[in-house]
């Protein structure tokens, strides 16, 4: 069983790097089937795709958030981790780490992190 | 960005109901859609993936259909575990974007 599980602070200051790891269990982040996304949900919001690691490295990213996001990937340890830098209180959000499955050419979220709630605030 | 309109933003049903949920897309995205249902407080949960394929361990009370911009998704006789909300997904083109959500409460 694929399991995902987001760790990180859940208080960021504003102007700060906000920094988050998925952590996978039951798969292995360097299969090359699958893409491994972050997403946020504002509170009482609707969802927000943040941008996605490949397992040869390569990055995609929301323009809206491009200039302010980093994910990273550790092989050795099966995590990928998301860094948004220059926070405001707009990125207060709960923060997701899934599994993007990519097959027949068809693309879905199938596994999904329980999610973490970041609050930016001094 | 492709924009993807749901609509109702809510509606009330009681267990044993038919219910529609529609998704419109701002330009064709073909099949490429994907709906997920969410509990409170929890993650969402893929039911459909291109547009009318149900995802694996999903019962089949659930069904998807639709191309290009005009999707739906239909509980056919809601379960009280059903209540919750439900987002649309289209997959077509980076950046991926979501519907705003429809929340099936109880009448």
């Known amino acids: 069983q694929v399991q995902l599980q987001e760790s990180g602070p859940g208080l960021v200051r504003p102007s700060q790097t906000l920094s988050l790891t998925c952590t996978v269990s039951?798969?292995?982040?360097?299969?090359?089937?699958?893409?491994w996304s972050w997403i946020r949900q504002h509170p009482g919001k609707g969802l927000e795709w943040i941008g996605y690691?490949?397992?040869?490295?390569?990055?995609y990213f929301n323009p809206s958030l491009k200039s302010r996001v980093t994910i990273s990937a550790d092989t050795s340890k099966n995590q990928f981790s998301l860094k948004l830098s220059s926070v405001t209180a707009a990125d207060t959000a709960v923060y997701y780490c899934?599994?993007?499955?990519?097959?027949?050419?068809?693309?879905?979220?199938?596994?999904w992190g329980q999610g973490t709630l970041v609050t930016v605030s001094s | 960005d492709i924009q993807m309109t749901q609509s109702p933003s809510s509606l009330s049903a009681s267990v044993g109901d038919r219910v529609t949920i529609t998704c419109r897309a701002s330009?064709?995205?073909?099949?490429?859609l994907n709906w997920y249902q969410q509990k409170p407080g929890k993650a969402p949960k893929l039911l459909i993936y291109?547009?009318?394929s149900l995802q694996s361990g999903v019962p089949s009370r659930f069904s998807g259909s639709g191309s290009g911009t005009d999707f739906t998704l239909t509980i056919t006789s809601l379960q009280p575990e059903d209540f919750a909300s439900y987002f649309c997904?289209?997959?077509?083109?980076?950046?991926?974007?979501f519907g705003q959500g429809t929340k099936v409460e109880i009448k």
């Open positions: 899934a599994r993007v499955l990519y097959s027949s050419g068809w693309r879905r979220f199938d596994y």
């Open positions: 039951g798969d292995s982040i360097s299969s090359g089937d699958y893409y």
């Open positions: 690691i490949y397992y040869s490295g390569s990055t």
């Open positions: 330009q064709s995205i073909s099949g490429y």
């Open positions: 291109a547009a009318s």
């Open positions: 997904q289209e997959s077509y083109r980076t950046p991926w974007t």
